[in-house]
């Protein structure tokens, strides 16, 4: 089997903050021990409540943070090991907000060659030919090479920040909820066009977002985000079908159905999120879990395989005195 595009191991990154004008710093475990890998052509998607650390993930794998603890390798090489550019030449991003994430005072012929003139990758001729033929495969005629971000629509302001991220032919793409500020009528034609895109050059994507129905359209893998650890990760259908962390069930639980009849579903997790500067002792989840005993307020879970990825869940660990093998959530 060939080795990972990209692995994670044991990453953590911890920061010092302050509570109050004379409080004492305290950790803030951001990302906790999280190991990952993705294969080339896969689609890992990063799942979880605001604040659980998915774009501190992301800023990590980018090389715009540095974590606390752990390995990054791409290809098997240490991403700490390599430049900034050679980095950008491997990964790139595409962000959640199109207005904001391009600059308004260039043109889209200078915001997608703007990779190619960093890297001083071929002349002005070539730049030139490269940007018309990348805004033609995300779906732009050349006339928008002249215009501004102000003039277009959210849905061609992301295509041109898709263009951007693959002028260079990245082997890894971040995607951080790229379709959550457009309407819901656009998301599916993005959506659509980063699968063609996959499918076509090969990508690997890592797509970040708290939407569910997002996730179930384009990944191949789901992990679960909470307080900073991965608690359960494994095939999109099995996660589906079967979810086996009581987190993962209420997230699902969570996606709004087409009938109107249904109202507003309830998580049964509550409005309040635990604070991750005191996160709750033994398992995380057990102050929002239906199912916590006194063992899960004593003692963490430890990771247990399942098929594609594993779960975090005392019900699920045969070593645990909670252990039901026939249990699903």
Same mark, same amino acid.
Do not use: W
């Given at each position: 089997?060939?080795?990972?595009?990209?692995e994670?191991?044991?990453?953590?990154?911890t920061y010092?903050?302050k509570?109050?004008?004379?409080?004492?710093?305290?950790?803030?475990?951001?990302?906790n021990? *999280?190991s990952?890998?993705?294969n080339k #052509?896969?689609?890992l998607?990063?799942? #979880?409540e605001? #604040?659980c650390?998915k774009?501190?993930?992301?800023?990590?794998?980018?090389?715009?943070?540095?974590?606390?603890?752990g390995?990054?390798?791409?290809?098997?090489?240490?991403?700490?090991?390599q430049g900034?550019?050679?980095?950008?030449?491997?990964?790139?991003?595409?962000?959640?907000d199109?207005?904001s994430?391009l600059?308004p005072r260039k043109t889209?012929?200078d915001?997608?060659?703007? +990779?190619?003139?960093?890297?001083g990758v071929?002349?002005a001729t070539?730049?030139a030919?490269?940007v018309r033929?990348?805004?033609?495969?995300?779906?732009l005629?050349?006339?928008?090479l002249?215009?501004?971000p102000?003039?277009?629509?959210? $849905?061609?302001r992301?295509?041109?920040?898709?263009?951007?991220?693959?002028?260079?032919?990245p082997?890894i793409?971040i995607?951080?909820e790229?379709t959550?500020?457009?309407?819901?009528?656009v998301q599916s034609?993005?959506?659509? @066009?980063?699968?063609?895109?996959?499918?076509?050059? $090969?990508l690997t994507?890592l797509?970040i977002?708290?939407?569910?129905?997002v996730?179930? &359209?384009?990944?191949?893998?789901?992990? *679960?985000?909470?307080l900073g650890?991965i608690v359960e990760?494994a095939?999109?259908?099995?996660?589906?079908?079967?979810p086996?962390?009581?987190?993962?069930?209420a997230?699902?639980n969570?996606?709004?159905?087409p009938?109107?009849?249904?109202? *507003?579903?309830?998580?049964? @997790?509550g409005?309040a999120?635990?604070?991750?500067?005191n996160?709750?002792?033994?398992?995380h989840f057990? +102050?929002r879990c239906?199912?916590?005993?006194?063992?899960?307020?004593?003692?963490?879970?430890?990771?247990?395989?399942?098929e #594609?990825? &594993? *779960?975090?869940?005392?019900? &699920?660990d +045969?070593?645990?005195?909670?252990?039901r093998?026939?249990f699903?959530?």
């Amino acid at each position: 089997m060939n080795a990972p595009v990209l692995e994670l191991r044991n990453v953590a990154k911890t920061y010092r903050v302050k509570q109050g004008l004379f409080g004492k710093a305290k950790p803030l475990n951001a990302v906790n021990d *999280v190991s990952l890998t993705l294969n080339k #052509g896969e689609v890992l998607g990063l799942v #979880g409540e605001s #604040g659980c650390g998915k774009s501190t993930l992301a800023k990590i794998l980018l090389g715009l943070e540095a974590p606390t603890a752990g390995q990054v390798l791409v290809d098997g090489e240490e991403i700490g090991g390599q430049g900034r550019l050679a980095l950008a030449r491997r990964i790139q991003p595409i962000f959640q907000d199109p207005y904001s994430s391009l600059n308004p005072r260039k043109t889209i012929a200078d915001i997608v060659s703007l +990779p190619l003139r960093v890297h001083g990758v071929g002349d002005a001729t070539s730049r030139a030919k490269s940007v018309r033929e990348t805004l033609e495969l995300v779906g732009l005629p050349a006339r928008v090479l002249n215009t501004y971000p102000s003039q277009m629509s959210g $849905g061609q302001r992301q295509r041109v920040a898709i263009a951007r991220a693959l002028i260079m032919h990245p082997e890894i793409v971040i995607c951080d909820e790229p379709t959550s500020a457009l309407d819901v009528s656009v998301q599916s034609q993005i959506l659509n @066009l980063l699968n063609d895109l996959r499918k076509e050059f $090969g990508l690997t994507y890592l797509f970040i977002s708290h939407d569910l129905a997002v996730v179930e &359209h384009l990944a191949t893998r789901v992990a *679960v985000m909470y307080l900073g650890r991965i608690v359960e990760e494994a095939n999109v259908a099995d996660l589906f079908d079967a979810p086996r962390h009581p987190y993962s069930r209420a997230l699902l639980n969570s996606v709004l159905t087409p009938d109107p009849s249904q109202g *507003v579903p309830d998580t049964q @997790l509550g409005a309040a999120y635990p604070n991750p500067i005191n996160p709750p002792s033994g398992c995380h989840f057990h +102050p929002r879990c239906p199912f916590a005993q006194s063992h899960c307020k004593a003692n963490a879970p430890r990771p247990v395989p399942r098929e #594609g990825g &594993h *779960v975090e869940c005392h019900l &699920h660990d +045969p070593d645990s005195p909670m252990y039901r093998p026939d249990f699903t959530v």
